[in-house]
T-cell receptor, first 110, second 114 residues
Framework: DQQVKQNSPSLSVQEGRISILNCDYT??????FLWYKKYPAEGPTFLIS?????DKNEDGRFTVFLNKSAKHLSLHIVPSQPGDSAVYFC?????????FGQGTRLTINP | DGGITQSPKYLFRKEGQNVTLSCEQN?????MYWYRQDPGQGLRLIYY???????QKGDIAEGYSVSREKKESFPLTVTSAQKNPTAFYLC?????????????FGPGTRLTVL
């Protein structure tokens, strides 16, 4: 039962353009969502979060949008940089636990 | 400086052997977590502990055991009962009650069972 889904396993974007990573969820009881960035053979690092009472949160080049009616969130990175190449996980909070999506591998091309 | 350490980074074991993965944190966090990552899948929670001498099963606890005798340490034992032990294992910690919001992750241990 995959409660958090990232349906795109990979995404390729030109340097300087916008990267849009998508995430869908099924449980309307989630009240907080997070995005993590992960390099190979390293632990994930927290990127940005959004509460379910908001529809947008922005932090520098990163913006997360939440559409509760569609149970959908997205992460926008603009402009994309080579160092953004990594695997991105969305996650939802359920009590004291995190529920993760499968991840999307983002590749930024020069 | 503060952080979470997991050792070793790579671990190899023969099938049928138990193996213990180390996780230590000096962040003074009460809560600690163990996750497993497999290719094409997100992180899945194995066990978590909110306080010393107490821990709860996560979503995939079968074949694993943990202990929490000290605040700083949360070792994970992969037993021979775990059917697919080869994976990347991640430890995390957070302030008690912070739950998912404040989880910091260690660098991970890649376990390969031959």
């Amino acid at each position: 039962d995959q409660q958090v889904k990232q349906n795109s396993p990979s995404l390729s974007v030109q340097e300087g353009r916008i990267s849009i990573l998508n995430c869908d969820y099924t449980n309307s009881m989630f009240d907080y969502f997070l995005w993590y960035k992960k390099y190979p053979a390293e632990g994930p690092t927290f990127l940005i979060s959004i509460s379910s009472i908001k529809d947008k949160n922005e932090d520098g080049r990163f913006t997360v949008f939440l559409n509760k009616s569609a149970k959908h969130l997205s992460l926008h990175i603009v402009p994309s940089q080579p160092g953004d190449s990594a695997v991105y996980f969305c996650a939802a909070i359920k009590g004291q636990k995190l529920v993760f999506g499968q991840g999307t591998r983002l590749t930024i091309n020069p | 400086d503060g952080g979470i350490t997991q050792s070793p980074k790579y671990l190899f074991r023969k099938e049928g052997q138990n193996v213990t993965l180390s996780c230590e944190q000096n962040l003074n966090h009460d809560a600690m977590y163990w996750y497993r990552q497999d290719p094409g899948q997100g992180l899945r929670l194995i066990y978590y502990s909110q306080i010393v001498n107490d821990f709860q099963k996560g979503d995939i606890a079968e074949g694993y055991s943990v202990s929490r005798e000290k605040k700083e340490s949360f070792p994970l034992t992969v037993t021979s009962a775990q059917k697919n032990p080869t994976a990347f294992y991640l430890c995390a910690s957070s302030i008690r009650g912070a739950g998912g919001i404040g989880q910091f992750f260690g660098p991970g241990t890649r376990l390969t069972v031959l």
